[in-house]
Protein backbone atom coordinates (compact mmCIF):
# COMPACT_ATOMS: atom_id res chain seq x y z
CA UNK A 1 0.00 0.00 0.00
CA UNK A 2 1.34 3.46 -1.29
CA UNK A 3 1.34 5.79 1.29
CA UNK A 4 2.92 9.69 0.80
CA UNK A 5 2.94 12.26 3.52
CA UNK A 6 3.58 15.87 3.02
CA UNK A 7 6.07 18.17 5.29
CA UNK A 8 6.85 22.09 5.21
CA UNK A 9 6.37 25.03 6.89
CA UNK A 10 2.46 26.18 7.30
CA UNK A 11 3.16 29.99 7.17
CA UNK A 12 5.24 32.17 4.37
CA UNK A 13 5.27 35.43 4.07
CA UNK A 14 4.85 37.33 0.27
CA UNK A 15 7.54 36.89 -1.63
CA UNK A 16 9.17 33.82 -0.03
CA UNK A 17 9.74 30.17 -1.43
CA UNK A 18 7.68 27.13 -0.59
CA UNK A 19 9.30 24.28 0.47
CA UNK A 20 7.40 21.15 0.82
CA UNK A 21 8.63 17.58 0.87
CA UNK A 22 6.91 14.43 0.11
CA UNK A 23 8.19 11.21 1.97
CA UNK A 24 7.19 7.85 -0.30
CA UNK A 25 6.21 4.78 1.53
CA UNK A 26 5.48 1.54 -0.36
CA UNK A 27 6.72 2.01 -3.65
CA UNK A 28 9.82 3.49 -4.98
CA UNK A 29 9.54 6.76 -6.56
CA UNK A 30 11.88 5.56 -9.01
CA UNK A 31 9.35 3.31 -10.85
CA UNK A 32 6.38 5.83 -11.13
CA UNK A 33 5.40 9.23 -12.12
CA UNK A 34 4.12 11.72 -9.15
CA UNK A 35 2.30 15.06 -8.96
CA UNK A 36 2.03 18.06 -7.18
CA UNK A 37 -1.80 19.22 -6.76
CA UNK A 38 -3.65 21.75 -4.89
CA UNK A 39 -6.16 23.08 -3.30
CA UNK A 40 -7.75 26.26 -2.77
CA UNK A 41 -11.57 27.56 -1.77
CA UNK A 42 -10.72 29.88 -4.56
CA UNK A 43 -9.20 27.73 -7.43
CA UNK A 44 -10.73 24.46 -6.84
CA UNK A 45 -7.85 21.72 -7.72
CA UNK A 46 -5.32 22.96 -9.82
CA UNK A 47 -2.68 20.54 -11.08
CA UNK A 48 0.89 21.84 -10.66
CA UNK A 49 2.74 19.44 -11.96
CA UNK A 50 4.08 15.90 -13.23
CA UNK A 51 7.72 14.33 -12.36
CA UNK A 52 8.95 10.71 -13.19
CA UNK A 53 11.81 8.53 -10.96
CA UNK A 54 14.46 10.01 -13.21
CA UNK A 55 13.84 13.97 -12.93
CA UNK A 56 11.69 13.93 -15.97
CA UNK A 57 9.04 16.51 -15.15
CA UNK A 58 5.97 18.76 -17.19
CA UNK A 59 4.28 21.96 -15.44
CA UNK A 60 1.05 23.50 -15.15
CA UNK A 61 2.50 26.50 -17.46
CA UNK A 62 0.31 28.83 -15.47
CA UNK A 63 3.31 28.04 -12.73
CA UNK A 64 6.23 27.14 -14.88
CA UNK A 65 8.62 29.72 -14.04
CA UNK A 66 8.22 29.75 -10.62
CA UNK A 67 7.63 25.78 -9.67
CA UNK A 68 10.64 23.11 -9.37
CA UNK A 69 10.06 19.55 -8.90
CA UNK A 70 12.99 17.18 -7.77
CA UNK A 71 12.92 13.50 -6.47
CA UNK A 72 15.60 11.84 -4.21
CA UNK A 73 15.38 8.39 -4.64
CA UNK A 74 17.88 7.69 -1.61
CA UNK A 75 15.56 9.04 0.87
CA UNK A 76 12.49 8.35 -1.49
CA UNK A 77 11.38 11.83 -0.77
CA UNK A 78 9.97 14.52 -3.78
CA UNK A 79 10.46 18.01 -2.95
CA UNK A 80 8.15 21.14 -4.45
CA UNK A 81 9.71 24.68 -4.68
CA UNK A 82 7.55 27.41 -5.84
CA UNK A 83 9.07 30.87 -5.44
CA UNK A 84 8.12 34.46 -5.15
CA UNK A 85 4.85 33.03 -3.45
CA UNK A 86 1.38 35.47 -2.84
CA UNK A 87 -1.75 35.55 -1.32
CA UNK A 88 -3.29 33.61 -4.29
CA UNK A 89 -0.73 30.17 -3.14
CA UNK A 90 -2.53 29.26 -0.29
CA UNK A 91 -3.76 26.35 -0.58
CA UNK A 92 -3.69 22.51 0.72
CA UNK A 93 -0.64 21.15 -1.21
CA UNK A 94 -1.00 17.52 -1.73
CA UNK A 95 1.56 15.24 -3.52
CA UNK A 96 0.33 12.14 -4.95
CA UNK A 97 1.14 9.33 -7.74
CA UNK A 98 0.11 9.47 -11.36
CA UNK A 99 -0.39 5.51 -11.53
CA UNK A 100 -1.73 3.96 -14.57
CA UNK A 101 1.62 4.42 -16.81
CA UNK A 102 1.63 7.93 -15.57
CA UNK A 103 -1.79 9.29 -17.39
CA UNK A 104 -3.35 12.10 -14.75
CA UNK A 105 -5.18 8.84 -13.18
CA UNK A 106 -4.22 9.90 -9.38
CA UNK A 107 -4.74 6.89 -7.44
CA UNK A 108 -3.05 7.47 -4.14
CA UNK A 109 -3.27 11.02 -2.13
CA UNK A 110 -1.16 12.24 0.25
CA UNK A 111 -3.52 13.94 3.03
CA UNK A 112 -2.09 17.56 2.35
CA UNK A 113 -0.48 19.96 4.08
CA UNK A 114 -2.02 23.80 4.49
CA UNK A 115 0.42 26.26 3.31
CA UNK A 116 -0.67 30.08 3.92
CA UNK A 117 0.84 32.75 2.94
CA UNK A 118 0.71 36.39 5.00
CA UNK A 119 2.22 38.81 5.64
CA UNK B 1 -6.21 24.25 -21.14
CA UNK B 2 -9.16 22.35 -21.44
CA UNK B 3 -11.63 23.68 -19.18
CA UNK B 4 -13.81 21.43 -17.83
CA UNK B 5 -17.46 21.99 -16.04
CA UNK B 6 -19.80 20.00 -13.57
CA UNK B 7 -23.48 20.52 -13.12
CA UNK B 8 -24.86 20.95 -10.96
CA UNK B 9 -23.16 22.65 -8.10
CA UNK B 10 -24.95 20.38 -5.65
CA UNK B 11 -27.21 18.53 -5.18
CA UNK B 12 -30.20 16.63 -2.44
CA UNK B 13 -31.16 13.19 -3.19
CA UNK B 14 -33.12 10.83 -0.75
CA UNK B 15 -31.27 7.28 0.85
CA UNK B 16 -31.56 4.49 -2.10
CA UNK B 17 -32.04 6.83 -4.89
CA UNK B 18 -30.25 7.67 -7.93
CA UNK B 19 -28.15 10.48 -7.81
CA UNK B 20 -26.13 12.01 -11.41
CA UNK B 21 -23.71 14.34 -12.10
CA UNK B 22 -22.47 15.55 -15.30
CA UNK B 23 -19.12 16.60 -16.29
CA UNK B 24 -18.44 18.81 -19.96
CA UNK B 25 -15.56 19.34 -21.31
CA UNK B 26 -14.24 22.27 -23.53
CA UNK B 27 -13.13 19.86 -26.14
CA UNK B 28 -13.21 16.18 -27.28
CA UNK B 29 -11.13 13.99 -24.57
CA UNK B 30 -11.59 11.30 -26.78
CA UNK B 31 -8.23 9.24 -28.13
CA UNK B 32 -9.75 7.73 -31.64
CA UNK B 33 -6.26 5.57 -32.02
CA UNK B 34 -7.20 3.73 -28.93
CA UNK B 35 -11.18 4.83 -28.20
CA UNK B 36 -10.08 5.59 -24.74
CA UNK B 37 -11.60 8.92 -22.85
CA UNK B 38 -9.23 10.54 -20.19
CA UNK B 39 -11.67 11.41 -17.99
CA UNK B 40 -11.39 10.42 -14.29
CA UNK B 41 -13.67 11.31 -11.26
CA UNK B 42 -12.97 11.31 -7.81
CA UNK B 43 -14.95 11.54 -4.72
CA UNK B 44 -13.95 14.04 -1.35
CA UNK B 45 -15.26 13.84 1.94
CA UNK B 46 -14.41 16.63 4.63
CA UNK B 47 -11.05 16.95 5.55
CA UNK B 48 -9.39 14.16 3.24
CA UNK B 49 -7.78 14.17 -0.04
CA UNK B 50 -9.98 13.10 -2.90
CA UNK B 51 -10.40 9.20 -3.70
CA UNK B 52 -10.41 7.88 -6.91
CA UNK B 53 -13.38 6.53 -8.36
CA UNK B 54 -13.41 5.85 -11.63
CA UNK B 55 -11.35 5.99 -14.65
CA UNK B 56 -10.88 6.05 -18.54
CA UNK B 57 -14.34 7.73 -18.07
CA UNK B 58 -16.10 4.23 -16.72
CA UNK B 59 -13.88 1.63 -15.03
CA UNK B 60 -14.24 1.70 -11.42
CA UNK B 61 -11.06 1.64 -9.53
CA UNK B 62 -10.54 -1.38 -7.35
CA UNK B 63 -12.54 -1.68 -3.93
CA UNK B 64 -15.26 0.78 -4.93
CA UNK B 65 -18.80 -0.21 -4.90
CA UNK B 66 -20.39 -0.92 -8.30
CA UNK B 67 -23.42 1.23 -7.28
CA UNK B 68 -21.32 4.33 -8.80
CA UNK B 69 -20.44 4.15 -12.72
CA UNK B 70 -19.35 6.04 -15.04
CA UNK B 71 -20.82 6.97 -18.63
CA UNK B 72 -19.91 8.72 -22.10
CA UNK B 73 -17.59 10.07 -24.45
CA UNK B 74 -16.04 13.05 -26.24
CA UNK B 75 -17.16 15.85 -24.40
CA UNK B 76 -19.71 14.91 -21.81
CA UNK B 77 -19.81 12.60 -19.03
CA UNK B 78 -21.56 11.51 -16.86
CA UNK B 79 -20.79 9.53 -13.05
CA UNK B 80 -24.25 7.88 -11.61
CA UNK B 81 -24.62 6.58 -7.99
CA UNK B 82 -27.27 4.14 -8.35
CA UNK B 83 -28.73 4.14 -4.96
CA UNK B 84 -27.65 6.58 -2.72
CA UNK B 85 -26.21 6.01 0.90
CA UNK B 86 -25.43 8.23 3.75
CA UNK B 87 -21.77 7.55 3.47
CA UNK B 88 -21.55 9.23 -0.38
CA UNK B 89 -22.11 12.64 0.78
CA UNK B 90 -19.19 14.44 -1.07
CA UNK B 91 -18.07 16.38 -3.13
CA UNK B 92 -17.08 14.81 -6.45
CA UNK B 93 -15.05 15.76 -9.28
CA UNK B 94 -14.06 15.54 -12.35
CA UNK B 95 -10.91 15.74 -14.31
CA UNK B 96 -9.48 15.25 -17.70
CA UNK B 97 -5.62 14.46 -18.43
CA UNK B 98 -6.19 13.97 -22.23
CA UNK B 99 -3.39 17.25 -22.21
CA UNK B 100 -1.38 19.01 -19.62
CA UNK B 101 -2.14 20.61 -17.38
CA UNK B 102 -4.21 18.21 -15.99
CA UNK B 103 -7.76 19.87 -15.12
CA UNK B 104 -10.67 19.67 -13.02
CA UNK B 105 -14.61 20.72 -12.84
CA UNK B 106 -15.62 22.69 -10.10
CA UNK B 107 -16.79 20.56 -7.99
CA UNK B 108 -20.36 18.67 -7.21
CA UNK B 109 -21.88 18.45 -3.49
CA UNK B 110 -23.80 15.40 -3.07
CA UNK B 111 -26.20 15.66 0.13
CA UNK B 112 -28.90 13.75 1.60
CA UNK B 113 -32.67 14.97 0.97
Known amino acids: QVQLKESGPGLLKPSETLSLTCTVS????????WTWIRQSAGRGLEWIGR???????IYNPSLKSRVTMSGDTSKNQLNLKLNSVTAADTAVYYC?????????????WGQGTLVTVSS | DIVVTQSPDSLAVSVGERATINCKSSQSVLNSSNNKNYLAWYQQKPGQPPKLLIYWASPRESGVPDRFSGSGSGTDFTLTISSLQAEDVAVYYC?????????FGQGTKVEIK
Open chain 2, 95 to 103: QQYYTTPWT
Open chain 1, 26 to 33: GGSISSYY
Open chain 1, 96 to 108: ARAGYGGWGIVDY
Open chain 1, 51 to 57: IYGNGDT
